[in-house]
Structures are given as C-alpha cells and as structure tokens.
C-alpha cells in the first residue's frame, strides 16, 4: 500500500521533529479548534485556526465548561490563554493558564473579511464534495 500523502512522515521521531520545528503558518493550522454545533451548521466547517478576541469554552480538562474570550494565542507553545483561566502564584500573582485549541469549542467568532472568505472556501468546498458523492 502506498502512502496517501508523501510530505508526511510516518516515523514518530521524525514527526515529532517536524511538529516541533513547524514554522508559524504551519502552527496556525496545527493550531484549530472545532466549532461548537450551532456554527458547524450554520456555516458548514468543523474546525477552523483560533485567533485572538475568538469567544471559547473549554470541553477537556480541569478547566472544562468555562468560558472566555481568547487573549492571546501562543504559536510557539501551542496554547492559547483565555480571559479568567488563570491561576495564583506563591507570590500572589496571577498567570494565565495554557490551554489547547483541541480542548476549546469556539462558540463566537471574530469576523473579518478574510475569516469569511476562509469560511465560504471551506464550505464551497464542502458543497462540491457532498455533490460529487450524490453523483457516484
């Protein structure tokens, strides 16, 4: 059997090494996080790459079922921080805590131009296939 897509690599040290190197375009897309069921029907996508001012709730973890606005998304360690997600330190102050875009269902999204035409592409593109299953 061949492989389906040659620029992967299905050994795990060098997969391990290929996420961890990532530039940051391709962390932006590793980085997606799934859409909660009213948007997945409205615009017909189930994932899309987080950003900040993106409104979240956690589904995974100690934190699951808060919910907050995105502040800040950190490529480099492949979290995000979400507003009042956060914990005290032995000092009193007060840090965010990092959490996976797969752990978070977006509930709002930021809007802009180029969000919309991400979000009409990837439906179009939907559309087509669903077609083209009906065909065969």
Excluded: F, W
Aim: hydrophobic share 30%; aromatic share 2%.
């Amino acid at each position: 059997m061949t492989k389906i897509n040659t620029s992967l690599h299905s050994s795990r040290r060098k997969s391990r090494k290929a996420h961890y190197r990532a530039p940051s375009s391709v962390r932006r897309v590793i980085m997606s996080a799934p859409l909660n069921k009213e948007l997945r029907e409205k615009y017909n996508v189930r994932s899309i790459p987080i950003r900040k001012d993106d409104e979240v709730i956690i589904t995974r973890g100690s934190n699951k079922g808060r919910e907050g606005k995105v502040t800040s998304v950190y490529r480099l360690k492949y979290v995000v921080h979400i507003e009042r997600v956060s914990r005290e330190k032995s000092n009193g102050q007060s840090v965010p805590i990092g959490i996976h875009p797969s752990n978070c269902a977006i509930i709002k999204l930021k809007l802009d131009k180029d969000r919309e035409n991400i979000l009409e592409r990837i439906k179009k593109g939907r559309e087509i296939k669903a077609k083209a299953k009906e065909d065969a």
